[in-house]
């Protein structure tokens, strides 16, 4: 690697060595506030590096693009790494969480995320996925004294094991029918006359069950809602956003690079996502815990997001990317609600917890409420525009049906959104307090909501950018 890729990678090695050197500074210094102050103007001069500096050089090594679609998502990745650690803040010091371990692998994540959204090789892919995958291993567990963050951690361990056994026996495949790891070049290799090589099929088909795993497509779901419940709040907003939309965005720079990929896979791709977003919604109705209702709530957005891939047109990669942003900022606010009321006794999750808290904490109540209106579509929010550019983009490229679906699954999460809504608004109900959270979890909760708003009415900002910006 020359000197022109490294200083490429300046947003990567900020958070690189400002983890390590955080981590190494925690082994001596045990008092968790400077340190956490450390990363989160760490995971800032990362974005501010990406979004400032030129890199010198299209391509790092071959494996990762330096381009502005790559930094658009440094730049998003470590923004969420900051906020996820502002909102961690209380949670790390009221557990006794070694501040330096936990900041380390917020920033180590958030770099793994980086590069996997600009990925250009299907090593780089693995190698990227790997990265960040590992420190949820351990961060998904970090609360020692509960017994359920145990049990999440191991389940996430055991799906994350079979999802990095398919994606490398695909990886695996595509290389021995192509001769090659690198995008385009691979898929090139691969197709003659239209179709693709029958290893090759099987390769990609390998890779889109590990995909399936990591951004939990039904039937790869069901770790999802277990996993989410039994982690702490701060750390399932960031596996809930960052995680599955890095994925998506490596996804995205795969097809805008290589061209269409799905020939032979059209037929499976159609089902999964409507499979996904129809069992998401269903799922969804029955459930009297808020943190399971927001996982089986990505899985209906992961769905959604499959059908802007399906499309392999401009329009489908620019609604697509900007879905991914939006669902980023509604559901990282909303696990930074119940983050900001977590107490002593934990954090709220039952609805019987939620019932009339909107009269005891207004203003988070109302944020939350937004949010998740926002997340179900509601006319004049930013996930409103984020549905219509994909089922608009669906709809060009002829996928009607999964439209309606699409539809359809919208239409049923308006039923759970609005359930939480009313639970939090009952009269007739006395609610007790919790936590009146800090400034910091404050400015993240008035970020998300401002940006919901604003990205609902002036759209075609981000979407000109989007566009400017897809490889």
């Not at 109302?366 to 209106?373: E, N, P, S, T």
């Not at 409103?384 to 439209?403: E, T």
Request: proline letters at 3%; charged letters at 10%; glycine letters at 10%.
């Amino acid at each position: 690697m020359s000197l022109l890729d490294l200083l490429a990678l300046l947003p990567i090695l900020i958070l690189v060595f400002g983890g390590t050197a955080i981590l190494m500074a925690g082994a001596w210094y045990r008092e968790p506030r400077p340190l956490i102050a450390g990363g989160i103007v760490t995971a800032l001069l990362a974005a501010v590096a990406a979004g400032l500096v030129q890199p010198p050089v299209a391509e790092i090594a071959g494996l990762f693009s330096a381009g502005g679609y790559a930094r658009f998502f440094t730049i998003l990745w470590s923004l969420l790494a900051a906020a996820g650690l502002m909102i961690a803040g209380r949670f790390v010091i009221e557990k006794g969480i070694g501040a330096g371990e936990y900041v380390s692998l917020i920033l180590y994540a958030a770099a793994g995320m980086a590069l996997l959204s600009s990925a250009t090789h299907l090593l780089g892919l693995f190698l990227a996925l790997e990265m960040f995958t590992l420190a949820f291993y351990i961060l998904i567990a970090s609360n020692r004294y509960c017994e359920m963050a145990a049990e999440a951690g191991l389940k996430y361990l055991l799906m994350g094991a079979v999802a990095t056994g398919f994606m490398a026996f695909g990886i695996a495949l595509i290389y021995a029918s192509s001769g090659t790891l690198a995008l385009p070049e691979a898929v090139v290799q691969l197709t003659t006359t239209g179709e693709l090589h029958a290893w090759g099929l099987l390769g990609w088909g390998m890779i889109l069950i590990a995909v399936g795993f990591k951004i939990s497509l039904a039937p790869f779901h069901l770790w999802t809602a277990d996993v989410y419940q039994g982690a702490p709040a701060p750390v399932t907003g960031l596996l809930a956003t960052g995680s599955k939309g890095a994925v998506v965005a490596a996804l995205v720079g795969m097809l805008a690079m290589a061209g269409p990929i799905w020939h032979d896979l059209v037929d499976l791709i159609w089902l999964l996502a409507a499979l996904t977003m129809l069992v998401g919604a269903l799922s969804a109705l029955n459930q009297k815990n808020l943190k399971r209702l927001l996982a089986y709530s990505s899985v209906t957005h992961m769905g959604t997001l499959l059908v802007g891939l399906l499309c392999q047109t401009s329009e489908g990669l620019v609604a697509t990317t900007f879905y991914v942003v939006v669902y980023v900022v509604a559901s990282f606010g909303a696990f930074a609600v119940i983050a900001s009321l977590a107490d002593k006794r934990g954090e709220p999750m039952s609805f019987d917890q939620w019932r009339g808290l909107g009269y005891q904490h207004p203003v988070r109540c109302a944020v939350l409420v937004l949010l998740l209106l926002s997340l179900a579509g509601l006319p004049a929010t930013a996930g409103f525009m984020a549905k219509f550019a994909i089922f608009h983009a669906a709809l060009q490229s002829g996928y009607i049906g999964l439209v309606m679906i699409g539809v359809l699954a919208s239409v049923i999460s308006f039923a759970f959104y609005l359930r939480v809504a009313m639970l939090l608004f009952q009269s007739d109900v006395s609610a007790s307090r919790w936590h009146v959270g800090t400034s910091l979890e404050h400015a993240v909760l008035a970020v998300c909501s401002s940006a919901v708003l604003l990205l609902g009415l002036f759209p075609e900002m981000l979407f000109g950018l989007i566009g400017r910006l897809l490889p």
